[in-house]
């Protein structure tokens, strides 16, 4: 009745359309031509039938999201920024990390050109739109950084966190800042003695902080804690 080729293969069937019957082009338009000459009140009704699995637990999901409650509970404040950095942030970053930037190939605009290869001025851009309404700031962010080495780009997770006060009182801070970092190693299983307190001399996190250290377990950097240098608190008004 609809003119149709039909042809016998071992698991299915290949059907043909005329020429003239150019809006047949996949199988469910074959499906609709069968419905609509059969009547779909007339088609038997069946639940689709199949083998449900639970699908394996994301750990890292797990792990980000266990890590965010406790740092909710603990007053900070979970912030969501903006991957990208402008023009003029990559001016103000130092050169070894500029070098890192990974440059957008058609950013939306000028304040989109690279993806951000830390978290910091992100952080520090929205410490300067919240002091309009708060003098003290405690946030994190728990997202993606991005850079480029030996030609490849990379990507990770990180976890990132300010506090910042009109009146400044960076000692108070900092120590405030490593308490929560200890809390933090404390509640998922680091011992004091699993890590060690280093200089940040040397490596790429002293161009961008003026004080501070890193804490490192097994030769790897796990955290870096430490105040903005003075040329980035001044230039995004913290």
């Given at each position: ?11 299915y ?18 499906i ?13 009704s ?16 797990q792990?980000?999201?266990e ?9 900070l ?6 991957s ?13 990390w ?9 950013p ?10 830390t ?17 003290e ?9 991005y ?29 405030y800042?490593?308490?929560?970092l ?15 307190l ?7 996190y ?9 804490a ?23």
């Amino acid at each position: 009745r609809l003119g149709f080729t039909i042809k016998a293969r071992k698991k299915y069937l290949l059907v043909s359309p005329p020429s003239f019957r150019n809006d047949i082009q996949v199988k469910e338009d074959v499906i609709g031509e069968i419905i609509r000459l059969r009547g779909i009140d007339n088609i038997p009704s069946r639940l689709p039938t199949g083998i449900l699995t639970v699908p394996p637990q994301n750990e890292l999901w797990q792990f980000r999201q266990e890590l965010r409650d406790w740092l909710r509970g603990d007053n900070l404040d979970e912030v969501y920024t903006y991957s990208f950095l402008g023009e003029k942030d990559k001016e103000k970053l130092p050169s070894n990390w500029q070098k890192l930037l990974v440059e957008v190939a058609n950013p939306t605009s000028a304040l989109m050109k690279y993806l951000r290869p830390t978290l910091l001025i992100n952080l520090l851009q929205a410490v300067s739109s919240n002091f309009r309404f708060r003098d003290e700031v405690n946030f994190f962010e728990d997202d993606k950084i991005y850079w480029q080495e030996e030609g490849k780009i990379k990507e990770e997770f990180v976890l990132g966190g300010i506090l910042a006060r009109k009146k400044k009182s960076f000692p108070r801070l900092f120590y405030y800042g490593k308490g929560i970092l200890e809390d933090l190693f404390s509640r998922w299983g680091v011992s004091e003695d699993g890590y060690e307190l280093k200089s940040l001399a040397g490596s790429k996190y002293s161009t961008l902080l003026s004080q501070g250290a890193l804490a490192v377990a097994d030769g790897k950097i796990i955290a870096v804690l430490g105040i903005p240098t003075t040329e980035l608190l001044k230039y995004y008004d913290c």
